[in-house]
């Protein structure tokens, strides 16, 4: 049987999804969030996130993202 082992995240991911936008923030330990940013729910839109979130220097391993449906 293998051992859990509990992954350690470095940049935290809030996605607020909405009928054809998200909002999106994120923020390290220690820092306050980025101010959000809205995207269009397209593959262009999360194409950007994606860049985004990748170019502040965080393995995409060590990336939590959570998401919430606006209205749930």
């Not at 470095?10 to 809030?14: A, T």
């Not at 994606?50 to 990748?54: A, F, N, T």
């Given at each position: 049987m293998m051992a859990?082992?509990?992954?350690s995240y470095?940049?935290?991911?809030?996605v607020d999804i909405a009928k054809a936008s998200?909002?999106?923030?994120?923020m390290t330990?220690?820092?306050?969030?980025?101010r959000a940013?809205?995207?269009e729910q397209t593959p262009q839109g999360f194409r950007s996130i994606?860049?985004?979130?990748?170019s502040t220097g965080h393995a995409a391993r060590i990336i939590?993202?959570?998401m919430e449906a606006?209205?749930?």
């Open positions: 859990y082992q509990a992954a470095n940049l935290f991911v809030g998200a909002s999106i923030a994120w330990s220690g820092r306050k969030p980025s940013m809205t995207i994606q860049q985004r979130l990748l939590l993202v959570v606006t209205g749930s």
